[in-house]
């Protein structure tokens, strides 16, 4: 389509016509832009919680305007670092995300407009694809629960740690591929995890690009549950074994007092005996 637009017929002598076909092409520009012909994202990379960056690359100092697209939603992006929020300007024309969530991944658009050195208002538009990165530690006969389900996910693949290969847990289409898979709330369930689960699980757009990627290890402690109810046990042992010392200690002060009481009288009747001899 895009190479198709450089053909204009320039032999026309009609100068309404011309126009007319100028206007035409200008539109069928507008429209290759909008549909990204011979455009590719920037790939950005995240850790979940963490901070990324999307930089527009301007060295132009007029920036008069910045707006963030996903998923044909406008994102407010604040123009000073003080901000409140999530998004905010960060240098020139850098667009600066924080505290990074799974919500957070996908494609991004960026319209920068700035005034060249004729001070005529012009406009750079940038496309970035955000993947977030987590990892995450389960213990073997609990359930794993990933909130991977986003709105624009289209299916979810797992790579085991003795494998090359991707097999599909779920798709929009299939729905989910395993009987211990469940799917709640945007939640993809898998329950009585086990060794075989762990592994590599990656997220996937209708385009095939990657929206989100967990790694899942095999967790040598036990969960939250499990330890709130071991240091329950531990607390009680604990305060059955400070109990001891307490008794131990008031028998030996008892034992103590009858001895110096028996020496005491030992000696007393010592004394009179040496006194009446």
């Not at 905010?88 to 969530?101: A, E, R, T, Y």
Request: proline share 2%.
């Amino acid at each position: 389509m895009c190479s198709g637009l450089r053909t204009f017929n320039a032999r026309t002598k009609d100068p309404r016509r011309s126009f007319t076909m100028l206007n035409w092409l200008n539109l069928l520009l507008l429209l290759c832009f909008a549909n990204h012909c011979g455009t590719s994202a920037i790939s950005v990379s995240g850790k979940k919680g963490g901070n990324i960056t999307l930089s527009c690359e301007s060295e132009s100092r007029e920036i008069s305007d910045i707006s963030l697209i996903s998923r044909s939603k406008n994102i407010p992006v604040c123009q000073t670092e003080e901000c409140s929020g999530r998004v905010f300007k960060q240098g020139n024309c850098d667009v600066f995300i924080k505290n990074l969530s799974f919500s957070d991944a996908g494609k991004y658009f960026m319209r920068v407009y700035y005034h060249n050195n004729q001070t005529e208002l012009e406009r750079l538009i940038r496309t970035y694809q955000l993947h977030i990165q987590d990892e995450i530690s389960v213990k073997t006969g609990e359930e794993l629960k990933l909130d991977v389900l986003l709105s624009n996910a289209d299916k979810v693949q797992h790579q085991s740690r003795r494998s090359t290969e991707w097999m599909k847990d779920w798709s929009r289409t299939d729905g989910d591929q395993s009987e211990r898979i469940t799917i709640s709330d945007g939640n993809l369930i898998i329950s009585n995890f086990t060794a075989r689960d762990t592994g590599t699980y990656r997220v996937l757009d209708p385009d095939g690009e990657i929206l989100i990627t967990v790694t899942v290890r095999e967790s040598k402690y036990p969960s939250t549950e499990s330890k709130k109810k071991l240091d329950s046990t531990d607390k009680d042992k604990t305060d059955e074994t400070m109990q001891v010392p307490v008794i131990y200690w008031i028998m030996s002060a008892g034992l103590l007092v009858y001895a110096a009481l028996l020496v005491s009288t030992l000696v007393t009747l010592t004394i009179q005996k040496h006194t009446d001899f």
